[in-house]
């Protein structure tokens, strides 16, 4: 069984201040990493991918990914209060299935 | 505009009463998903589709049923419905190789009583 694991917060920033997400997952063949966003009863929405190890920068997001220690993050730069919401970090299988972490809800403080 | 569409987008039932939640793609997306989210469990893969007439079970298959007659559909079917499958249901699409992800249907919030 692959397995994503998140750390399920609740995690709280100051506005302005970086939020560190982290996911760590079982199945190291895995090739591909998603970062969504999920306002509270919406459906999510696509952040950020990464394939290849080491960070990925796209605006105030950067996608970090380390495939040795099995192990990707989400750093939020100068976090803003639309920023709070649940972060999911999904992996991707051989078939385009998306395993799912259980999210790390982020709530930023203005 | 592309789009994934549910329907319904809410729907309150009685155990054992039969039921279909549909879902459509203007994509033209040859793969298809369906999942399920409950608190502290995150999103669950119930059934997935690759293409027309090719359809797998996911993680948490059991008391679901799916079909993929066509390209663009890919109903979820519930034949006999209990409590344990209330649940948050969403429908995702993809192309079948790319680097696009998956888009996400608004989803369906289901509740069996």
């Known amino acids: 069984q692959k397995e994503v694991e998140q750390n399920s917060g609740p995690l709280s920033v100051p506005e302005g201040a970086i939020a560190s997400l982290n996911c760590t997952y079982s199945d190291r063949g895995s090739q591909s990493f998603f970062w969504y966003r999920q306002y509270s009863g919406k459906s999510p929405e696509l952040i950020m991918f990464i394939y290849s190890n080491g960070d990925k920068e796209d605006g105030r997001f950067t996608a970090q990914l380390n495939k040795a220690s099995q192990y990707v993050s989400l750093l939020i730069r100068d976090s803003q209060p639309s920023d709070s919401a649940t972060y999911l970090c999904a992996v991707e299988g051989s078939a385009r299935q998306l395993t799912f972490g259980s999210g790390t809800q982020l709530t930023v403080l203005p | 505009e592309a789009q994934v569409t549910q329907n319904p987008r809410y729907l309150i039932t009685v155990t054992g009463k039969k039921l279909t939640v549909t879902c459509s793609q203007n994509m033209n997306h040859e793969y298809m998903s369906w999942y399920r989210q409950d608190p502290g469990l995150g999103l669950r893969q119930i059934y997935y589709s690759m293409n027309v007439e090719v359809t797998d079970k996911g993680d948490v298959p059991e008391g679901y049923k799916v079909s993929r007659k066509e390209k663009r559909n890919f109903p979820l079917i519930l034949e006999s419905p209990s409590p344990n499958q209330t649940s948050l249901y969403f429908c995702?699409?993809?192309?079948?190789?790319?680097?696009?992800?998956?888009?996400f249907g608004p989803g369906t919030r289901l509740l069996v009583l």
């Open positions: 995702a699409s993809s192309p079948r190789t790319g680097d696009e992800t998956q888009y």
